[in-house]
């Protein structure tokens, strides 16, 4: 593949090194600007370059350069460093980005899900209401963190805007799961704000911390260190946050609690604060609410109890179920089937995920405080997640309805 890399410092240097370890042909590294629009010009019918690697700073990514791009036929992705710089690209409509941190590999596979495979489009991003995905599942570990670090670990790949909160009020853990700090909890000092009607988009930047994983980024607002400070996280508090988040990122992921609980009939104070209210606030305001339950013959009887509950928490909206953990060691031979027949018999459920057990990916990823995608990229979990998240999360892209994806995916 014949490339031109216009990212300045020590990120250029690197991508140029990294793609031409990788087999590809280097036309052309160094500044954007007239040199890069001079290599594009001269193209003519037989393109000098077929892909185009850019900084997304305004400096280097501009409407011109879009537009050399598209009168060539080149396919241009946008390296950024930041949230500015990435709203920057889609507000010129360029939704192939990358971090600038990537490993070739992930930009590589950029070119894939550019080509049509989960690629935003102008009316799936921002400018439209941006999607809250809350992630539930009852007593017992079924993963429920692991699966919202890993959701929000793909969408953000995808190339989309990422915000991972923490709304568990008993054992929060994403911090310690990505190995972030929890001394100021993120979600909390949000839920604050937000009852104080000050909670903006600079705010939220503030208070949020920044997941730089190989291959995506991601904002995490933290969860609260401490069970006893749940009073700070009421329904009212975490439904404005969840209201501020849609205007501020494309998807939001919440992590949250198991207990579905509502104790209001068993208080003589019904205005007194609710240890479950941000578990049922945010199951209530999500667009999408992810069932997950573990493979096991406890586990699904478990999942089984409390789904009832949640569809008519959720006025009989049916979440997505996936199915965690599945292994022949805790459900018997043809585990996938059996578990699939369990559900449509005593669950009604007939279109469950199903993720496969890898205990020694998950030890890795957590012993390394990253995520999954980063510490076992083929890891088959990895695969069964990164494949829901495409097909059941991820807006459809019709072939050619991307502003940049009818061109076809460059061979070199």
Known sequence: MRLAIAVPGESGARLAAEAVRHGHSLEYEGPGGAVLSEVLRGAGSDPAVQVVVVSAAPEHLTRGLLDECDETGVRLIAAVSTDAERRHARGLGLFETVSVDATWSAIEESFVVSAGIGSPTQESTRGTASTVIAVWGPA??????????????????????????????????????????????????????????????????????????????????????????WPELSAQRVTATIAACRDWVDFTVLDTASSLENDEEISSDLFAPRRNAATIAALRAADRVIAVGSADPIGLARFLRAHGDLVQLRDNDVPTTVINKLRATAIGSGPGTQVLQTLARFGGIDDAELVPYDRQAMDAALLAGATLAEAAPRSPARAAIRQFVHDRLLPVTPPVAARRSRFAPATG
Do not use: N
């Not at 949000?190 to 705010?203: H, I, K, P, W």
């Not at 730089?212 to 969860?223: D, I, P, Q, R």
């Open 140 to 229: 017992g570990a079924p993963g429920r963190t692991t699966l919202a670090v890993a959701i929000a670990t793909e969408i953000a790949a995808a190339g989309y805007s990422v915000a991972l909160g923490d709304v568990d009020t008993h054992s929060a853990s994403i911090a310690p799961t990505l190995g972030l700090l929890d001394e100021a909890p993120g979600f909390a000092a949000a839920c604050r704000l937000a009852g104080a009607d000050s909670l903006t988009q600079s705010e939220l930047e503030r208070i949020g911390q920044r997941y730089h994983g190989a291959g995506s980024s991601f904002w995490v607002l933290t969860g609260i260190g401490q069970p006893r400070r």
